[in-house]
């Protein structure tokens, strides 16, 4: 079930704008409302563009899969879905930390540790990227992220097994709509009462999808590489989660 929000409360004050949404308080303190844009952007903000519809299919993806995930006891923003491109969520407070899984070769992951695009890990790789855009997103440790203070070791084994329980829970839900799921990237926040939960947006925009048969790239490499077919991807990708699902 894809979990809706009836009597939303309206965007009052725009708060952030970021590369694909925007962000507006409302007049419940605890609730932000987001506008998922179509506007995509690759190689930190030098490539830019606009991908039809994109905003209706990441606002969309990420109400499936945020849905599921709680539904299967992970902790997250999402409140509701409100129309097509807006949904409610939790006011956190962003970790400064890009949380990375891996479960197949990929992207900057061929070019660090040499292995080819499509080898399988034989367990699934944890990275954290500090985000700022003026040092370009570097890969970082945990003893950066504790000098830094961007977590405590206790959050951040919070964070770790977060997102290696996240990720054996989407494998077990693209795998039988037919998707590979290479790779992809969580935020996390803390909400008013200190908690951590999962933030941000889960869509082919954070993720890599490969066609299980074929290893089509069916996300934002095809934006990435002007491979084509980016919206076709982008609805396919929506279409096979959508299967099985009502409501
Ligand atoms: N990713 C993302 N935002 C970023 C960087 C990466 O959503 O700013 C996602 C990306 O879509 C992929 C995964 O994280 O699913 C790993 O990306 P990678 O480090 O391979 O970087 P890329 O090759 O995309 O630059």
């Not at 519809?53 to 923003?77: A, C, M, Q, W």
């Not at 409140?79 to 949904?87: D, T």
Request: proline share 3%; with cysteine; aromatic share 8%.
């Amino acid at each position: 079930m894809i979990k809706e929000f009836t009597n939303a409360p309206e965007a009052r004050e725009f708060m952030y704008e970021g590369k694909a949404k925007k962000i507006y308080t409302t007049d419940d303190p605890e609730l932000v409302r987001i506008y998922y844009k179509d506007d995509a952007t690759a190689f930190d903000g030098k490539k830019r563009g606009t991908i039809l519809d994109k905003g209706v299919v990441n606002n969309r993806t990420s109400g499936i899969f945020f849905s599921y995930l709680e539904d299967n006891g992970i902790p997250t923003h999402f409140q509701g879905l409100v129309n097509e491109r807006e949904m409610i969520t939790e006011r956190v407070e962003i970790i400064q930390v890009e949380v990375v899984v891996r479960n197949v070769v990929a992207g900057s992951l061929a070019k660090r540790i040499g292995l080819a695009e499509g080898t399988v890990l034989a367990f699934p790789v944890l990275e954290f990227y500090y985000k700022s855009d003026e040092l370009g997103d570097p890969l970082i440790n945990e003893s950066h992220m504790k000098v830094l203070n961007l977590a405590t070791p206790e959050e951040l084994e919070i964070i770790g097994g977060m997102a290696l329980r996240i990720n054996g829970l989407m494998v077990g839900f693209v795998e039988p709509r037919g998707l590979r799921l290479v790779d992809f990237k969580l935020e996390f926040g803390k909400n008013s009462k200190g908690q951590i939960i999962l933030a941000d947006e889960i869509s082919p925009d954070t993720c890599r999808f490969w066609d299980l048969e074929t290893g089509k790239s069916l996300d934002k490499d095809r934006f990435r590489r002007d491979l084509g077919e980016v919206e076709e991807a982008y609805h396919e990708v929506l279409r096979r989660l959508e299967v099985g699902l009502n409501g």
